[in-house]
């Protein structure tokens, strides 16, 4: 009788808890409750966070977060990881700034060869984890290693010059936008449609969900994984165009003094894509970048230390896959 009761309690659930089971969907609503609760604890101290300048500074923060997250997403939906996007971050935006020495013809050659860098990068760590079989965590920290002994060797401060015409991308805002937000969007756009809408995107996801039924249904799992770490390493080479349009230079620790390695993966799995594989997207891990975002906001409007912004962030990442693996376990 128990049982039955218990079926019963089960089927009658409310429509609105299973809207809330949407990983999609439960992370704008925390979204929508921390900008709640920021605006009060804010509020308290005198201040304003959800003013014109309070959402400007929200959406730049998000910015080069989201370009390394949207990348980084494609990866570990194939049950990998890129640790090397942080320094990668910082060797693109000097390629960069070097590269145009403030020259405004200079710009778009400088595009292209950081870009070109940066694919390169990113076919090296596809091609160390598929042919030579490393392990992902380990090919990619290598790759990242190798790429901070380049940069402690030969630099140690910002160098290159940005022209002004390039910084647009950094300040400039279309009404109350920032340019550098529309290029994020733009680029989550194109990756949800890259996965949710072409054949290498399905792949994607039967690569991650189980590598062995991927190959025997005729998938080249070797070069979606390839395919995906370039993909990455792309977006990791935008977010150093961007942090160098910012700076007016490049500068070889932007990267890691940013965190955007751990910071990115973070934000995926705020947005509910399994670091297994297999399930997850661009959507969700959008809004954990808003997330990051908006605490770092609250945090520097209420003046607080960084050990106690790294204990709050920290609880609410383990809090959230917490609640995502609850979740599953009752799907399942």
Known sequence: MSEVIAATAVTKRPQWTRYLTNPVVAVYTALVLVLIVGSVLVGLRGGVLLDQGGIQNILTRSTALGLVAIGQTMVILTGKLDLS????????????????????????????????????VGLVNGLVVTKLKVNAFIATLGTGLVIRGYLENNYEGPAGDVPTVFQHLGYGRVGPVPVSTLLMLGLAVLAWWFLARTRPGYHVYAVGGDEEVARFSGIRNDRIVITVYVLCAVAAGLAGLFLASRLGAGSPWVGTDGGYDLESIAAVVLGGTILAGGRGGVAGTIGGVFILATLDTIFDDLGMNSFFKDVVRGVVLIVAVALYARRRRATR
Do not use: R
């Open 85 to 120: 996007v942080a320094y990668l971050v910082g060797l693109c935006s000097l390629v960069a700034a070097e590269t145009m020495a403030g020259d405004d013809a200079m710009i778009l050659p400088a595009v292209l060869l950081t870009l070109a860098c940066a694919a390169g």
